[in-house]
């Protein structure tokens, strides 16, 4: 890494320098990874590749992508994370399509729409503070030393494909990976 002045954006907004932080990739990517992973299986992806870039320059020297869209490629599925720069955003979430209908997945509620015409979605709203309840569970699991609901191992496994997404913005091409030997690929 190069010096550069200090710049006090770096420290208000981290989120916007890839060398702090990684971006909104590894910063909410990693999170709805974890979902993914929890749901499909805790396995690495095939491949990345990332489309995006920053489109909102405010000149404030930022060198994380304001606009991402990252593709990862399983053994049987693919899972698109898009972390857009909108003027309106969609509400955030994981949507899950599949043969028997759409599960739709946030902190605040899920809702399961069954496939074919007309159908009626069932929707459960998920009450409390999940946050506190996140920061509930960890603590009383390093009272207990149980495993927490979101373990490390999960973790290392949720972070992987961000990773790969920035790597494939900063070298502008798709990632082939290795999930054995959890290595990038040559070109």
């Known amino acids: 890494m190069s010096y550069r002045e200090w710049n006090p954006a770096q420290y208000f907004s981290f989120r916007n320098f890839l060398d702090f932080n990684g971006g909104k990739l590894t910063d909410f990517g990693h999170h709805w990874m974890d979902v993914v992973h929890m749901y499909m299986g805790e396995k690495p992806p095939n491949s990345a590749v990332f489309a995006g870039g920053i489109f909102f320059n405010y000149n404030d020297g930022r060198t994380a992508p304001d606009t991402c869209n990252a593709l990862f490629e399983y053994d049987g599925f693919s899972v698109l994370f898009q972390s857009n720069a909108y003027g309106a955003a969609p509400e955030y979430g994981i949507t899950f399509y599949g043969e028997k209908g759409r599960l739709f997945v946030n902190r605040?509620?899920?809702?399961?729409?069954?496939?074919?015409?007309?159908?009626?979605?069932?929707?459960?709203?998920?009450?409390?503070?999940?946050?506190?309840?996140?920061?509930?569970?960890?603590l009383d699991c390093c009272k207990s030393?149980?495993?927490?609901?979101?373990?490390?191992?999960?973790?290392?496994?949720?972070?992987?494909?961000?990773?790969?997404?920035?790597?494939?913005?900063?070298?502008?091409?798709?990632?082939?990976?290795d999930t054995r030997r959890l290595e990038v690929l040559p070109l």
């Open 108 to 138: 605040n509620r899920w809702e399961f729409t069954p496939a074919g015409r007309g159908a009626k979605p069932e929707v459960r709203q998920i009450p409390g503070d999940i946050t506190r309840d996140h920061v509930r569970n960890f």
């Open 145 to 177: 030393r149980k495993l927490p609901n979101a373990d490390v191992a999960l973790a290392a496994i949720s972070i992987l494909p961000p990773l790969l997404a920035v790597q494939s913005y900063q070298e502008q091409r798709r990632l082939r990976f």
